[in-house]
């Protein structure tokens, strides 16, 4: 395929744009290419600037789960948009959005609207330390949960990617108070809690991880969460900003059985617009200005426009059947992936939770983020190159998840399967 406009783009964008990009993932340098610049999408397609159309498994970053430019959310991004793009004062459709949300996701007893999922878990932090009076969080490396300073320590996503285990500019005073330990390792997290249970006052994690690949967590681990955590008095966060309305309306923490005592959502909440949520029990979220002293604030949040779209795609979402057909869909992919690893006699990982996957280039079990570093990165590159050229856009990195909508069908599963045959029948 030819892409000479998506170049000419690139070369004008390095002008101006750091490293040409407003994302650093979108660089496309882990896989060796140049970005592909986009002009549309259409249903389970994106065109690009040159007019080649690609399925798309990255519906930008997990958010379109109707797949692009769903006539309802269109239709309700047109109409709010007539009636005012923003008014820095309440509207109803933020309550309707906090109800909605609520509703489908009862731990989250009161809701504040912000802009990003970043937002959401910078915040969310800052009413934990409130709360609790403590200071120390812990993590999971290879969970990424926004740029926020003390959370980048050993982050997944573009981190993950680029190998930079934290960054410039983040004060050393801010990262010491953060302890990140790894995924799935009950044991280290036992061993914080005894040194450091009585300073501790948040767990935040990924229930599902999908920014260092997609790696569900071992049985028990999150009840072995939910409990140390109730046990030493500290908050467990969920970061639900991806598998949040993704694993079902209620998120993984419905799908687990898990009740954490914040969450924080983004994205999907606003149909792929700008927007995000950070939500808890109500003794917890009575602490956040107005009600409380912990301030956070936002001209932009709860915005209408933003919250119409996201309304729009939960209604599709509650339809009967929405959620079955994302499985259905999403296991056709899987078990078409490893058919032909077994055909081919390749020993890759596929890893599968609900509408989320990774193909994992590596011939070991991937439990946690050391294990998917292990992965073959370069063979990653040029089965990436190989989709790209076959017609297929995945995300470009080997620790990220590839996403399905309900915009897909049967015959774009099909096409994406004969697509990675041919690719990794090249590549070995």
């Known amino acids: 395929m030819k892409r000479i406009r998506s170049e000419l783009y690139f070369d004008r964008a390095k002008r101006v744009i750091p490293g040409g990009v407003n994302s650093p993932v979108r660089a496309c340098k882990a896989v060796k290419s140049n970005p592909v610049f986009f002009e549309r999408g259409e249903g389970a397609y994106l065109i690009d600037a040159d007019g080649n159309r690609y399925i798309d498994y990255v519906c930008s970053w997990g958010p379109l789960i109707l797949g692009h430019a769903h006539p309802n959310v269109i239709a309700e991004v047109y109409f709010a948009s007539k009636r005012g793009t923003s008014f820095g004062a309440p509207t109803w459709l933020e309550v309707e959005m906090a109800e909605t949300i609520r509703k489908c996701i009862p731990s989250m007893e009161k809701v504040r609207l ?11 932090l800052r009413l934990a330390r409130a709360f609790t009076g403590r ?3 812990v993590k999971f490396d290879g969970c990424y949960h ?3 300073d003390s959370l980048l ?18 004060p050393e005073e801010l990262t010491s108070h953060t ?9 280290a997290l036992s061993e914080a809690f ?9 767990v935040i994690l990924e229930p599902v991880p999908a920014n260092m690949g997609v790696v569900p967590p071992k049985e028990g681990f999150l009840k072995f969460l939910r409990e140390i955590t109730a046990k030493h008095g500290a908050l467990l966060i969920f970061d639900e900003v991806i598998t949040g309305f993704r694993l079902g309306l209620g998120g993984a923490q419905e799908k687990f059985g898990i009740k954490p005592d914040l969450t924080c959502l983004g994205k999907i909440i606003g149909g792929g617009l700008p927007v995000g949520a950070y939500g808890g ?14 301030y956070q604030a936002g001209t932009l949040s709860g915005n209408p426009i933003a919250v119409s779209a996201g309304l729009a795609t939960i209604r599709e979402l509650m339809k009967p059947g929405a959620y079955e057909r994302l499985e259905t869909l999403s296991q056709k992919l899987e078990e078409g992936l490893k058919e032909i690893l077994k055909e081919l006699a390749l020993p890759y990982q596929v890893v599968r939770c609900a509408s989320m996957l990774t193909l994992f280039f590596t011939d070991k079990p991937v439990t946690n983020f050391s294990e998917a570093q292990a992965c073959d990165t370069e063979k990653f590159a040029r089965f990436w190159q190989g989709m790209l050229e076959r017609g297929v856009y995945l995300p470009p990195s080997q620790f990220e998840a590839w996403f399905v909508s309900l ?14 045959k041919d690719t990794l029948r090249e590549i070995g």
Do not use: Q, W, Y
Request: glycine letters at 10%; a negative charge; aromatic letters at 2%.
């Open 114 to 124: 912000v802009n990003s999922g970043t937002e959401a878990t910078m915040s969310a």
């Open 135 to 137: 200071k120390k969080i």
């Open 146 to 148: 926004g740029h926020a």
């Open 153 to 170: 320590v050993k982050a997944g996503s573009g981190l993950a990617t680029f190998g930079i285990p934290a960054s410039p500019g983040v």
């Open 179 to 187: 302890i990140s330990l790894p995924f799935n390792d009950e044991k």
């Open 194 to 202: 005894e040194k450091h249970g009585s300073e501790i006052a948040c």
């Open 281 to 294: 029990r109500a003794d917890i979220m009575s602490l956040v200005a107005p009600e409380g002293p912990v």
């Open 407 to 420: 915009a897909h069908s049967e015959r774009e599963i099909e096409e994406t399967l004969r697509a990675a």
